[in-house]
């Protein structure tokens, strides 16, 4: 079956720094893949996708490519900041109407002023 | 934002009692999710809808029934609470056709203590 793996954390960073959360997915076909924040007290928000191989998707200064070689799609932000403090969830979608979301376990992410 | 109301946002009760969560949507998307939300675990899909009285079970769906009577609501029952219930329960919504872009959009939450 389909199965998303995040990195684990907690991650604390200071501001300005470079971000990098890993995520691997397992999943047959060309799935779609999302990455989702929540910020605290909040339900999940969507942050970008990428429904394709070597796509890259982007919001907000993060970025997420999609590779299709080593079933990754790691998301990166070149400087982030204290607003960046939230939990992360990496997640796939199978081809099919009926398919539904898989989640990763998510990672917290601290930024420290 | 997506209008998706979840009640109640925050409940305690205690073991063996029923307790009804609702997810009430106005953006008349066809489907419509129940996941919880625990700690080491991420989400997970309880139940799931595809329509007016079309449901599903998710991965973790033992000691949870669901109803869905009209596209607006969708309602997650526990008949009898348990303490390995307690958890944040989150309601989600998708589209079809020209609305099915594969995202979902989520209510805020509702968390649910059994004591």
């Known amino acids: 079956g389909n199965s998303v793996t995040q990195m684990e954390g907690p991650v604390t960073l200071s501001e300005e720094a470079f971000l990098t959360i890993n995520c691997t997915y397992t999943?047959?076909?060309?799935?779609?893949l999302f990455w989702y924040v929540q910020y605290p007290g909040e339900g999940l928000q969507l942050l970008l996708k990428?429904?394709?191989?070597?796509d890259k998707g982007s919001n907000k200064g993060f970025e997420a490519t999609y590779r299709k070689e080593t079933t990754s799609f790691h998301l990166e932000k070149g400087s982030v900041q204290v607003s960046d403090s939230a939990v992360y969830f990496c997640?796939?979608?199978?081809?099919?109407?009926?398919?539904?979301?898989?989640f990763g376990k998510g990672i917290t992410l601290s930024v420290r002023p | 934002d997506a209008g998706i109301t979840q009640s109640p946002r925050h409940k305690v009760t205690e073991t063996g009692t029923p307790v009804t969560l609702r997810c009430h949507q106005t953006?008349?998307?066809?489907?419509m999710y129940w996941y919880r939300q625990d700690p080491g675990h991420g989400l997970r899909l309880i139940h799931y809808?595809?329509?007016?009285?079309?449901?599903d079970k998710g991965e973790v769906s033992d000691g949870y029934s669901v109803s869905r009577s009209k596209t607006e609501d969708f309602l997650l029952t526990l008949e009898s609470a348990t303490s390995s219930q307690t958890s944040v329960y989150f309601c989600?919504?998708?589209?079809?056709?020209?609305?099915?872009?594969?995202?979902?959009?989520f209510g805020e939450g509702s968390r649910l203590t059994v004591l």
């Open positions: 953006e008349n998307h066809r489907y």
């Open positions: 989600a919504i998708s589209g079809t056709g020209a609305l099915n872009t594969g995202e979902l959009f």
């Open positions: 990428a429904t394709k191989a070597d």
């Open positions: 809808s595809y329509g007016v009285k079309d449901t």
């Open positions: 999943a047959t076909g060309y799935p779609s």
């Open positions: 997640a796939l979608r199978s081809t099919g109407a009926n398919s539904k979301l898989t």
